[in-house]
C-alpha cells in the first residue's frame, strides 16, 4: 500500500510582477476571487483531499499570508458582539487547526524548483502534495482529491493535467501521454514550456502534483533551466527514470490565475456560481450589454 499523503507544500514567493501595482504591498496570493484569496481556495482544496500539515514557503512581504491562517481575535470579538454569528462561523471554518502550519523562506527568487526545496526538511522523507496557489480549479470533487483516487490506486508520482490552446504550451509544463485512462494515465516524458513544434502534447501541468521525497535530492543538484530558474519540471524529468508519473486528466477546469485573463475569468464564473450573487450579478452583465452576442461594451462615461 502506498503510503498515506499528510502534508502539502504551497509556494506562495513569487513576486507577482504581473499584477502591479495590486501586488506591490500585497502578496498575489491574497487577490480575492469574490471573496475568498488565491490561497484559501488551495488550502480548502487540500483539506478536502485529507491534508493535515500546510507548508508554506513564503518570501519577504508574505507575512499578511501567516496572519491570515491565524485567529483575529479582535475581528470574532466584534463579529460576536454584533450577532454576525455566520461571518464567524466561516472564518473559524477556514482556519487550519493549531500547529498543523508551517512557513519557511525561499530567500531568494531562484525558481519553482528551488522553492519546492526550500520545504525539504519540513517535509521530510515522506510523499507530498503541491499546489500552486495562482491555478483555482473548478471542480466537484476537487482536483487534488480526485489526484489523491489515482495514487491510492497505483502510488508513485501523480500530476494533474488539462488540455491547453496548442499555442499557449509555451507558459506550461507538458506531457507526453503513454497508455492509459483519463483518470490515471503513463506520463512518458515531461519539458517545461516547450515551443509549440517541440510540444509531445496539449497536456500540460496544471499546478497539482503529489510526488515522493526523492525529488528533493534531485532539487538540490538541479541546474537552472527554462527562463534562468531551478524548475521542478526537469527534476521530474529524472525522476521519471527511476519512478512511475502518472498523469491524471480531472473533471474540472483550470482558471490561470496568475495571467489577469485567467483572473478576471475566474471572478466572473465563481461570482455566478454563487447562491447569493448569481442573480444580480447576471443582471448587471446584461445591463452592461454583455450577454447579447456580439454585444459591444455599455460606453463607461468619461
Ligand atoms: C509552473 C511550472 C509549470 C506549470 C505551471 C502551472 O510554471 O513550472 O510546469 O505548468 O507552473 O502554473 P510557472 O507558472 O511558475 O512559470
Known sequence: MSKRVRTAVFPVAGLGTRFLPATKAMPKEMLTVVDRPLIQYAVDEAREAG???FVFVTGRNKGVIEDHFDRQYELEHTLEMR???????????????????????????????????CARELVGDQPFALLLPDMVFQARPGVLKQMMSAYEELGGNIVGVEEVDPKDVSSYGIVARGAGPDSGFRITGMVEKPKPADAPSNLFISGRYILQPEIFALLSEQTRGAGGEIQLTDAMQILIRTQNFTGVKYDGKVFDCGSKLGFLTANVAFALEREDLADDFRKAIRELGLLEPDAEPRKVPA
Open 51 to 53: 491534508i493535515e500539515h
Open 83 to 117: 450577532g454576525k454569528v455566520e461571518a464567524l462561523q466561516e472564518l473559524q471554518k477556514d482556519l487550519p487547526s493549531a500547529g498543523r502550519t508551517s512557513f519557511t523562506r525561499q530567500q531568494e527568487p531562484l525558481g519553482l524548483g528551488h522553492a519546492v526545496w
